[in-house]
């Protein structure tokens, strides 16, 4: 089967800047796809042009089989996109919304209108219908936005940083919803630097820095393949942290150190944590977790990813 | 990440298609949606100020200035020469309005047409359709400001009638314009340059007067500018004094239009389509 976004070389420049730089990705259809990296690695950018409102600057992308620089509108009337900043109009109400967004694509008025009851309830905002769209919270305003996404019943969902800026209980919320949505089988493209989100939505991700792809693969694959199993965080204090990895050279896979922590990879925390105390260093605290991307980012750039 | 297909030359492609959907019309509806929840005060006093305007000066000042001979030789009221000056007045406002204050305001804050244009929607779709909401509210503003001129006898000839087309005409050039204009603009002091340019045009373009107070050099300074043109065209329908000149003034408009939107497609497609 044909891959539903399909990217060879993919670069996109401003100037001097080479915001993309020559990335190679394939997604099949119903998949759960994800560019995960900080900001300013490209991920944005990537996002715009397979929406087919930024050209490339060179190499080869098809959308739905279709070069989005020759092909735009077509291409835009199959997606549904979610933009990094919620762009609402703040002068229709809710289901209003919906509604005038889904006539841009020429859907008959009738369409839209049945379509908007469901998606409503589909956002839990059926309450909301007749409010001002400035009267929503921070994550009604990202769950309507979602559903004005659909309201064109798009082949893929593209959703640029869904769930910055929300609280915790907000984007619990929306993860629920997005992931009814893979359950339905729409093709999910997201952007994150929350590795969390991206463990939770994606089957598949990029990791993305400097506008290169660093790895690609499952969430799981990946920190199988560039973290250990476990993670003992411990701290010494800032201006002791440096000394004390000194000596636990040799006590764990990897060592990383960063400004207000150490990080031993292994398999088998709690064990670690014994030697370490048999050495004779005492942590003022210490935790053993579960590897995340966010070791494999660290691993990968030797940076974290948010700083 | 090695390349290895060489790149390809890139070029923005799409033909019309790119730029328009045929489908303006979904623009104006979701402005009509829109205005259904505006102040209506703000809606109803582009009616009111010509209205005004035209009791003031009309009647007002009319009293001192008295009847005017125009050149061919007929005799008016001031009101009567005037009205139709602030029918094409309020036509220029109405459509500077909408398309300088409200578009940029939409394109900035708003971020209206950024999520119009993530649609299956083009520029083109869009400039049109803003555009047609201001000639809609500008026509409306035309028809009742004729009914006032009507019902106090300013309406000299049947001819009159052929005013409402002429200021939608009117209004679609300075919206056109004024679009184009604003797209261009990112500041809100750069605004202020609107206002700049529409008041002296206001005052001076054969509006209150005829032209032929000014020493020639200004006449011709005014007769390249828009509103006199307006101004003319209208008068010379309010007034039934015809003239195959008044097709220099069409065709003036119908130039600003090709402009006007030449310049708001191609800017908005470079801004959100890039």
């Known amino acids: 089967m044909t891959p539903v976004i399909a990217a060879r070389g993919l670069t996109k420049t401003f100037g001097d800047l080479t915001a993309v730089d020559g990335i190679d990705f394939e997604v099949p259809a119903g998949e759960s796809f994800g560019l995960l990296g900080p900001n300013g690695a490209g991920k944005s950018t990537t996002m715009r042009m397979i929406g087919a409102v ?3 600057s060179a190499g080869d992308l098809r959308v739905l089989g279709l070069d989005p620089d020759a092909h ?29 967004y889904g006539r841009y694509f020429g859907i008959p008025r009738a369409t839209c209108a049945s379509r908007a009851d469901e998606l409503l309830t589909f956002a839990q905002l059926e309450d909301k ?19 004005r996404a659909l309201i064109n019943e798009p082949r893929i969902l593209m959703l640029d940083e869904p769930t910055t800026g929300l609280d915790p209980q907000a984007r619990h919320v929306l993860w629920d919803r997005l992931f009814r949505l893979k359950e339905r089988g729409t093709t999910l493209v997201l952007t994150t630097h929350y590795m969390d989100e991206a463990e939770q939505l994606c089957d598949r991700l990029v990791v993305v820095d400097h506008g290169r792809i660093m790895a690609e693969g ?18 010494f204090g800032s201006d002791r942290n440096a000394e004390a990895a000194a000596r636990l050279e040799g006590m764990a896979e990897r060592i990383e150190v960063l400004p207000d922590r150490v990080l031993l990879y292994t398999d088998d925390g709690e064990a670690l944590l014994e030697r ?22 660290l691993r990968l750039t030797g940076r974290s990813l948010i700083e | 990440m090695t390349t290895t297909t060489a790149p390809a030359p890139v070029r923005r492609g799409g ?22 929840s505006s102040n209506w005060a703000v809606v109803l006093s582009g009616f009111f100020e010509p209205v005004f305007y035209l009791v003031a000066m009309g009647y007002g000042l009319g009293s001192f200035v008295g009847d005017l001979t125009l050149p061919g030789g007929e005799t008016v009221s001031y009101a009567a020469f005037i009205a139709p000056g602030l029918l094409a007045v309020s036509a220029m406002n109405g459509a500077v309005y909408d398309s300088t204050w409200n578009v940029f305001f939409k394109l900035h804050f708003g971020k209206l047409y950024q999520a119009q244009l993530t649609t299956s929607i083009g520029p083109l779709d869009v400039a049109l359709g803003e555009i047609s909401y201001a000639l809609l ?13 009507q019902v106090m006898g300013l309406n000299l000839a049947w001819s009159a009638l052929a005013a409402v087309p002429a200021v939608l005409l009117i209004a679609f050039g300075f919206a056109s314009v004024g679009m184009a204009v604003t797209s261009y603009l990112k500041t809100f002091q750069q605004m202020d340059w609107v206002t700049f340019v529409m008041l002296p045009m206001f005052l001076f373009s054969a509006t209150f007067y005829p032209l032929s107070v000014y020493p020639e050099p200004i006449q011709w300074l005014i007769k390249a500018m828009p509103l006199w043109h307006g101004v003319e065209l209208v008068r010379g329908l309010t007034l039934g004094v015809l003239d195959p000149s008044m097709l220099v003034h069409v065709g003036y408009y119908v130039v600003m239009v090709v402009i006007g939107l030449t310049f708001t497609t191609t800017r908005l497609r470079a801004l959100f389509l890039d």
């Not at chain 1, 762009?87 to 005038?100: A, G, Q, S």
């Not at chain 2, 500008?138 to 009742?144: I, K, Q």
Request: zero cysteines.
């Open chain 1, 72 to 100: 735009g509108p077509e291409i835009r009337s199959q997606l549904g996109v979610v933009p990094q900043e919620d762009n609402l109009d703040p002068e229709l109400k809710v289901r209003e919304n919906l509604i005038v």
């Open chain 1, 218 to 235: 499952s969430p799981s694959a990946l920190i199988r393949q560039y973290a250990s199993r476990e993670v003992a965080e411990l701290r």
């Open chain 2, 15 to 36: 033909g019309v298609r790119a730029l328009y959907a045929g489908n303006a019309r979904a623009i104006l509806m979701r402005s009509l949606t829109a205005t259904k």
């Open chain 1, 276 to 297: 370490v105390t048999d050495l004779g260093l005492h942590p003022t605290t210490s935790l053993v977790r579960r590897s995340s991307l966010e070791d494999v980012f």
């Open chain 1, 54 to 56: 930024s050209s490339r």
């Open chain 1, 129 to 147: 219908a007749r409010n001002k769209v400035d009267d929503l919270s921070g994550g009604m305003k990202r769950r309507l936005t979602i559903a």
């Open chain 2, 137 to 149: 509210r500008g026509g409306v503003y035309a028809l009742g400001f004729l009914t006032v001129m």
